[in-house]
């Protein structure tokens, strides 16, 4: 029996809320934690033909890309299409899980999944985000000091982009004298005492903090550890908004266009004039993405895809690269492929149903 507190304790520890920016509201919305759950159903937005398809699925746990609760909410009476979304969940026993700009700042999160679709290679973080890393420094006897940094490897530390069980170490003297509280492992107390210990140093993602110190306490030998955690500025090239990679060919502008409205399934497309005959790197942002045209920019992309794009911030485009704004339920589509992978691949015996519902509020005449 499986509630839906192990599939959102999975989802955040995947998908970590530590990543999504500061006005977002990703995580279990509505709903109890103590919920068995029956189906799943992923979808972009939950509206209540959503919920009604959930119901009609026996589907009980609802994963989703936007939040239905974005603002605060002061009253629960009906009077628009939020409210009326979440009463019909309530009654219906239906819980609501939202991993919003979360999953779009990971890597391989929403706008990895745009450069997928479109078959683009040597792709990397388009903007990578700074403040998301530590260094843990701690000193361990040198003779336990490959256990201590295996435990720490395996808990999440060490890894630096395409590189795994990174660390720095040096060796060096230790010491310390225990007082008559102490049950030192070495020593004794009132007693000064040298010890040869090795120092290691080791990158972590913030997300990664407690399991990483958990780790370091179980396995190191002393009753109290000496270490200490730096708040790290360096850019982390996995978590970031937006992407940027090349075409496996040089292709025609004109045919480029062609193949975005095929992919993403828009009979138009918004753009700015065609600057180049030709486009070979691509930078891409699910959703409005409008705030990183100059990152494209300056990673010398022939083509900035996105979507929401304001009459004026065409002019920004300056003739040094295109842009091409084709919607944003159209750039997030297959975020429902992206979560029912997910979902799936660590719970493959639960049903993952994609939702069918076209969740899209803009037509096109």
């Known amino acids: 029996m499986i509630t839906v507190d192990e599939i959102a304790s999975f989802l955040s520890a995947t998908l970590p809320p530590v990543y999504q920016e500061s006005y977002d509201n990703s995580g279990l919305l509505v ?22 398809e959930a119901f009609m699925n026996d589907c009980n746990l609802i ?31 239906i819980a609501i899980y939202a991993s919003h700009t979360n999953l779009d700042n990971l890597k391989n999160g929403v706008s990895f999944k745009m450069a997928e679709k479109l078959g683009l290679k040597n792709v990397k973080t388009l903007s990578p985000k700074k403040d998301t890393l530590k260094k843990l420094t701690v000193f361990v006897p040198v003779e336990h000091a490959e256990k201590l940094l295996s435990a720490l490897h395996e808990a999440g530390a060490g890894n630096i982009g395409n590189y795994s069980e990174c660390s720095f170490q040096t060796e060096g003297l230790g010491s310390f004298k225990p007082n008559d509280l102490a049950n030192p492992t070495v020593g004794k107390s009132g007693k000064k005492e040298l010890v040869k210990e090795q120092k290691i140093e080791v990158l972590l993602p913030i ?70 005959d030709t486009v070979k790197r691509v930078a891409m942002c699910g959703g409005a993405g409008s705030f990183l045209l100059k990152d494209a920019i300056a990673q010398k992309a022939d083509i900035y895809v996105s979507a929401d794009f304001k009459y004026h911030e065409f002019f920004d485009a300056e003739d040094a690269i295109i842009i091409a704004d084709i919607g944003h339920y159209e750039s997030e589509q297959y975020t429902k492929e992206l979560l029912l992978e997910i979902i799936s691949n660590k719970f493959p015996n639960i049903a993952v149903l994609l939702s069918k519902v076209n969740t899209n509020p803009v037509f096109y005449t």
């Open 63 to 93: 994963v989703a890309h936007h939040p239905i609760i974005f603002k605060g909410i002061k009253s629960l009476t009906g009077k628009n299409y939020v409210e009326k979304t979440i009463i019909k969940a309530i009654k219906n026993d």
């Open 31 to 52: 709903g109890s934690l103590d919920f068995t759950l029956k189906n799943i159903l992923v979808t972009l937005d939950v509206t209540e033909e959503v919920i009604n």
């Open 207 to 276: 997300d990664k903090e407690k399991a990483v110190l958990k780790a370091m306490y179980k396995s190191h030998p002393y009753e109290e550890v000496a270490y200490f955690l730096q708040n790290l500025e360096n850019y982390n090239q996995d978590i970031g908004s937006g992407i940027v990679g090349d075409l496996p060919q040089e292709m025609r502008t004109e045919y480029f266009f062609d193949k975005l409205k095929a992919i993403y399934k828009t009979k138009t497309l918004r753009h700015t004039k065609q600057v180049k």
